[in-house]
């Protein structure tokens, strides 16, 4: 059972630079989404997106891109890498709430990232 | 804007005595309550879901209510254990233009259990 799929674990970058971060999920969830942790401000969400071809922006969306080209991916793109964006960042996804469900988030393990 | 607000932020007990946590929001309008626990460098674990015609859910030894009036859930765990020392978050779901399942957090309550 993989579940919610996040790679990598660790990532240290330099100011500017880009990156993706990856996420995968096998359960057909239609929903995903990708929140950030940071000390005292909890979790804040990036971008989500309700299917394939749909994403949308939100708590805090800048510096970051999304795509979802199919079910089952959703990366997160950092375009020029600053040091507040030194964080933990969780990729999560659900069945699709717009269908009724109240489907509980199911989380990967985490990107640790560091940017000096 | 809805906010969600864990106290204590901490809490220590000793092995066998119940946890009982707390957690407020701001924003009665919500779909549902959940719980999750998160281990140190883990993502977090779905514990409960509560939605927002239910009063309680229940899993083994957790036991969680909604009030949703007051603005409140509490959880409970009975005969508390080691292996429950972990960081227990709340979230609550609103609606974004119609669609998503996006949830607010609160900081978390950070627990230790004493052998």
């Known amino acids: 059972n993989a579940g919610v799929t996040q790679t990598p674990k660790f990532q240290v970058l330099k100011t500017g630079q880009s990156m993706t971060l990856q996420c995968a999920q096998d359960?057909?969830?239609?929903?995903m989404s990708w929140y950030r942790q940071d000390p005292g401000m909890g979790l804040r969400l990036i971008h989500y997106?309700?299917?394939?071809?749909?994403?949308d922006q939100g708590e805090v969306p800048n510096g970051y891109n999304v795509s979802r080209s199919t079910t089952e991916d959703f990366p997160l793109r950092l375009l020029s890498a600053a040091p507040s964006q030194t964080s933990v960042y969780f990729c999560?996804?659900?069945?699709?709430?717009?269908?009724?469900?109240?489907?509980?988030?199911?989380f990967g393990n985490g990107t640790r990232l560091t940017v000096t | 804007k809805q906010e969600v607000t864990q106290i204590p932020a901490a809490l220590s007990v000793p092995e066998g005595e119940n946890l009982v946590l707390n957690c407020s929001f701001t924003?009665?309008?919500?779909?549902?309550l959940q719980w999750f626990r998160q281990d140190p460098g883990k993502g977090l674990t779905s514990l409960l879901l509560?939605?927002?015609?239910?009063r309680e859910q229940t899993s083994g030894r957790l036991n969680a209510s909604l009030d949703k009036s007051s603005g409140r859930s509490t959880l409970y765990i009975a005969a508390s254990q080691p292996g429950d020392s972990a960081t227990y978050l709340c979230?609550?779901?609103?609606?974004?233009?119609?669609?998503?399942?996006?949830?607010?957090f609160g900081g978390g309550t950070r627990v230790l259990v004493k052998p």
């Open positions: 924003d009665s309008a919500i779909y549902n």
């Open positions: 999560a996804s659900s069945q699709s709430p717009n269908r009724g469900h109240n489907s509980p988030l199911h």
């Open positions: 509560i939605q927002s015609s239910q």
């Open positions: 359960m057909n969830h239609e929903y």
């Open positions: 979230a609550v779901r609103i609606r974004i233009k119609a669609a998503g399942n996006k949830l607010t």
């Open positions: 997106s309700v299917g394939a071809g749909i994403t």
